[in-house]
């Protein structure tokens, strides 16, 4: 199978897999539309036989997200947007004063390292709906509580200017909102701050444009739906 590409004239190009799976592909492609460059979208869809080869044709690392830009090559989600911070500084991807800065990388470094317990119990899916699947697995609530912990915290003291984590959509709202999605997918329940902070950034609109070309693949990864989430997945208890 071919690599799926959108085809653009710049020497920038973004390598990532499927928009309904790959939560770090989509921060790298939030904060490359940040920047609002135009580049070419190349999708290599995960679990294919095929798939290890494709991606190795750009990424040293066999991973994606993989940005290019000429003879540059970035292989890691964060430093594709040091990388784009640079290259790009009147896009704003991170706060403008250096403790809001601080902070916002603080944070989108606690997201990149962090969380694996909600990772495993809930993957990331668009296409779904599954309300309850994956609460009852060990850590999950914690890292839910970590989260909005985060979110409140960064809203209140920081994001008085906007509806995002420092206002302005950054590089930090790029890094959570993957997370959004999840909760949207699991249904889960979340207070007044975060689920308000949760609904503006799925309304965000380079959001809804990964959601609506989420919607259309046609590519399946079983482990990811719901009869393979944790093994035969059953709804936790309400």
């Known amino acids: 199978m071919a690599e799926a590409t959108v085809q653009t004239s710049t020497s ?28 070419e979208e190349i999708v290599v869809p995960l679990r294919l036989p095929e798939t290890r080869e494709l991606i190795m044709r750009h990424s040293p690392s066999g991973k994606v997200p993989c940005l290019i830009d ?6 890691e989600s964060l430093a594709i947007v040091e990388y784009l911070a640079e290259k790009f500084p ?59 912990s985060i979110w409140r915290d960064a809203r209140s003291r920081y994001g008085a200017g906007g509806d995002f984590l420092f206002g302005a959509f950054s590089a930090a709202d790029a890094m959570f909102a993957p997370v959004a999605l999840r909760f949207k997918t699991y249904g889960v329940t979340l207070g007044e701050s975060a689920a308000a902070y949760a609904e503006a950034l799925l309304a965000h609109p380079a959001l809804a444009e990964w959601v609506a070309a989420a919607k259309v693949e046609s590519w399946m990864i079983p482990d990811y739906e719901k009869d393979g989430i944790n093994g035969p997945a059953a709804p936790a208890a309400s």
């Open 12 to 39: 920038l190009k973004l390598v990532i897999a499927n928009k309904n799976y790959s939560s770090w592909s989509l921060r790298g492609w939030l904060a490359l539309k940040l920047t609002g460059a135009p580049f």
């Open 90 to 148: 009147a896009a704003g991807l991170w706060p403008s004063e250096v403790g809001a800065r601080a902070h916002a990388r603080a944070i989108s470094s606690e997201m990149h390292g962090g969380f694996l317990m909600l990772r495993k119990a809930m993957p990331m899916n668009v296409r779904e709906s599954l309300p309850g699947y994956g609460m009852s697995q060990d850590g999950v609530q914690a890292d839910i509580n970590r989260i909005e």
């Open 70 to 75: 000429g003879e540059i090559t970035v292989w």
